[in-house]
């Protein structure tokens, strides 16, 4: 099992993670700004400004996406991590497809963001052991999957990394509650995905700044990206 190795004095790490570059991550960045967190945006660079809708739970709400020209202002301070140009199923596709989806969007977001774009989230969080060899290929350093571990420990294999728990997930706040009254040595991480489509669908954009507030400004905590927990895991 992998490690995290914390700064002196430090115990515990918080890592945001949202897909798609929608027109809803200007109010999530606000907040998550605002804050001072740190966050994981998986782009899909085939899909910039592209308009769309999207139902969640009964509710349809706005899909656009944003230009590239605003992502890069957007996600300033923060990271980008691919999510494939296109965003297809991954298990449906043959190996070239795979990584052409895969490779063409590091490429893309490495140019348009001026670093290497070497983490992911899987599209639809669909992935078998065939797309995580071919991942290895492409140099893809971590895979976000859409599975809740409910844990606060490093994956054995980041090319399959469990998040703690989507944002939507019920009992969210309890686990977070968990997590920060949890006073052991034993590095902790709170690893929290989503999509801000969904914050405007269920109405969630109090308790989002809820969580972000009481998740903030801890001295015992450290504020990372997903490739920030990656490089201090792999030392």
Not at 19 to 46: A, H, M, P
Not at 175 to 199: A, C, M, Q, R, T
Not at 212 to 217: A, H, I, Q
Request: aromatic share 10%; charged share 25%.
């Amino acid at each position: 099992m992998n490690k995290l190795t914390l700064p002196a004095g430090k115990n515990k790490c918080v890592t945001l993670s949202f897909d798609d570059q929608i027109t809803q991550d200007f109010r999530l960045v606000e907040i998550i700004n605002k804050y001072g967190l740190k966050c994981t945006f998986n782009l899909n660079s085939g899909t910039f400004e592209l308009p769309g809708e999207v139902t969640v739970n009964g509710v349809t709400v706005s899909h656009n996406k944003i230009s590239a020209k605003e992502a890069v202002e957007l996600y300033k301070g923060h990271e980008v991590a691919a999510h494939t140009v296109n965003h297809p199923d991954l298990c449906k596709l043959s190996e070239d497809e795979i990584i052409k989806e895969v490779k063409d969007d590091m490429k893309a977001l490495s140019d348009l963001f001026g670093y290497d774009v070497c983490g992911m989230a899987y599209p639809y969080g669909t992935y078998n052991d065939e797309v995580v060899s071919i991942l290895k290929k492409c140099g893809i350093k971590y895979s976000r999957t859409v599975v809740s571990s409910l844990d606060f420990k490093l994956p054995e294999d980041f090319l399959m990394w469990h998040s703690t728990m989507h944002f939507a997930d019920e009992g969210m706040m309890d686990i977070v509650d968990k997590f920060l009254n949890d006073d052991s040595d034993e590095p902790k991480l709170l690893y929290i995905w989503g999509h801000s489509y969904e914050l405007e669908a269920d109405n969630n954009w109090e308790l989002f700044e809820e969580f972000c507030k009481k998740v903030s400004g801890r001295d015992d905590t450290v504020y990372a990206t997903n490739m920030e927990v990656y490089k201090m895991a792999m030392g």
